[in-house]
């Protein structure tokens, strides 16, 4: 891939079967940011992994994952959204350490 690669060839590029990471350089706007009453764009979780945790009738927040109980959580944020360019557009979705550094 180029420095710089429009969507539709982002999506040329990438095969259904392949699981691995891609990273990629796109200008692009954000046209659509879903709204689910389900799902919140921030969870709490475990400081350091980012695993969900869950408030406790004491206010604390344990962590099931590793059953260790924290005064205060870090939130995390997984934001999904539709980006668009000239070529095409598709949904996406980025965590909080990508967010902090895109926005």
């Known amino acids: ?3 710089r690669s429009s969507l539709k060839q982002v999506q040329l ?3 259904p079967s392949d699981e ?4 990629f350089t796109v200008r692009a706007m954000i046209t ?6 389900k799902r919140s764009i921030m969870y709490p979780g475990e400081p350091g992994t980012g695993a969900k ?7 604390q927040w344990l962590c099931e994952k ?4 924290y005064a205060q959580p870090d939130y995390r944020f997984n934001l999904r ?3 668009t360019d000239f ?11 990508n967010l902090e550094t895109e926005i």
């Open 53 to 59: 945790l869950v408030q406790q009738p004491d206010q």
């Open 66 to 69: 590793s059953q260790k109980l």
């Open 87 to 97: 070529s095409t557009g598709f949904y996406s979705s980025s965590t909080r350490n």
């Open 1 to 3: 891939m180029s420095l």
């Open 13 to 15: 590029d990438s095969s």
């Open 81 to 83: 959204f539709f980006m």
């Open 20 to 23: 691995t990471a891609k990273y």
């Open 32 to 37: 659509h940011v879903p709204r689910d009453d």
